[in-house]
């Protein structure tokens, strides 16, 4: 089984700068969710969608970050303008919903990640 | 404002040892738990599960153990392994959404 896929895994950009980055999930996933990690810290949830609605977008800083999951497939996560507090690593997450009716642990699957770096 | 707290930065253990890995949390409505283990520059994979219902969960040599009353739970690692190296993630959540996760313990296992 295919995991999650991620890109680009690395990107430099300077601030005020626009970055998109991509997120497919595993296959069957209807939830999915982005998170940020900065250096040290543990990941912070962004954006949950559930199909191809968002579940829970609070901590999305929407002045500069936005997301969709518009076929309720693949996600895009895009920061414009940047700035140098946004260089982290972005996660992408996905798993069943717990109405699925499948019994699973309730662990979200990760990809690698987008490191980016903010100039 | 920090929902899971791990206050341990980091652990060094040697090989063969038990290995405890602490995380505190304080929302009471979380009702499932999670440990991940991180190697650098990869995703979090992983590892345990545990649900409000119970105390306890095993898998091999991993253990959770999960105090409600004390909003408690750590991991316990027997015996350690120089594998075992990487940085552990507690998360918590409640309905199966929004998993909130700590800031994460670096292990050390020794040879």
């Known amino acids: 089984e295919a995991g999650v896929a991620q890109s680009p895994r690395y990107k430099i950009i300077e601030k005020r700068q626009s970055v998109a980055f991509w997120c497919n999930p595993i296959?069957?996933?209807?939830?999915l969710y982005w998170y940020q990690q900065i250096l040290g810290q543990g990941p912070k949830l962004l954006i949950q969608f559930q199909n191809n609605g968002v579940v829970d977008d609070s901590q999305l800083p929407k002045d500069r970050f936005s997301a969709e999951r518009l076929k309720g497939v693949d996600s895009t996560l895009k920061i414009q303008p940047a700035k140098l507090e946004d260089s982290a690593v972005y996660l992408c997450a996905s798993s069943f919903p717990r109405t699925s009716g499948r019994a699973n642990t309730g662990e979200l699957f990760f990809g690698e990640g987008s490191r980016l770096t903010v100039l | 404002d920090q929902q899971v707290k791990q206050n341990s930065p980091s652990l060094s253990v040697q090989e063969g040892r038990i290995s405890i890995l602490n995380c505190d949390y304080t929302n009471s409505m979380f009702d499932y738990f999670l440990w991940y283990k991180k190697y650098p520059a990869e995703g979090p994979t992983f590892l345990i599960s545990?649900?409000?219902?119970?105390d306890k969960n095993e898998d091999g040599r991993f253990t959770v153990f999960l105090n409600k009353s004390a909003k408690h739970l750590s991991l316990h690692i027997v015996p350690s392994q120089p594998g075992d190296s990487a940085v552990y993630f507690c998360a918590a959540g409640y309905n199966f959404n929004k998993f909130y996760f700590g800031s994460g313990t670096k292990l050390n296992v020794k040879p």
């Open positions: 545990i649900s409000s219902i119970k």
């Open positions: 296959s069957g996933h209807a939830t």
